[in-house]
């Protein structure tokens, strides 16, 4: 991991250690409920490596743009079990698909700060943390 990257990981409360960058195997994503990129290339890459995958991969602010206007009540019937809410969660992000659409395309991405400035690092993290707390907010019943 870049310094800069597990730096700002620290400043989000995460810890670094043990971290071991590998290339994603198309087993992993077989098993998958669920894919999420950061960029709109790497939702490419996937459905490459696995056409069948493209119902079920987006970019990680792709998801919660798709996720906008679900609530609570949208997903209650899923129950307190985590399992069940996140494929509710999900199926209601994918049931939007098509409703939802970004402003410009590139909305969906998080940019690569890999090589940039700090700043590049803290941008990226703090779109990567706003995206997430949108199906994360979802989860607890």
Do not use: K, N, W
């Not at 994603?24 to 056409?51: F, K, N």
């Not at 706003?130 to 607890?140: I, K, N, Q, R, Y």
């Amino acid at each position: 991991m870049m310094p800069e990257a597990a730096q700002t990981l620290v400043g989000y409360g995460g810890r670094p250690d043990g971290f071991a960058a590998c290339a994603l195997a198309p087993e992993q994503i077989e098993l998958a409920d669920l894919v999420l990129g950061l960029t709109r290339e790497h939702r490419g890459a996937v459905v490459t490596m696995v056409p069948r995958a493209a119902s079920r991969t987006v970019t990680l602010r792709e998801y919660a743009r798709l996720l906008g206007g679900v609530t609570a009540d949208d997903v209650a019937a899923a129950g307190a079990d985590p399992v069940a809410r996140f494929r509710a969660i999900t199926a209601a992000a994918f049931g939007r698909r098509g409703f939802a659409p970004p402003e410009r395309p590139e909305d969906d991405d998080v940019p690569d700060p890999y090589g940039g400035p700090m700043a590049a690092y803290e941008r990226a993290a703090a779109m990567i943390s706003d995206a997430l707390d949108v199906p994360l907010s979802l989860l607890s019943p």
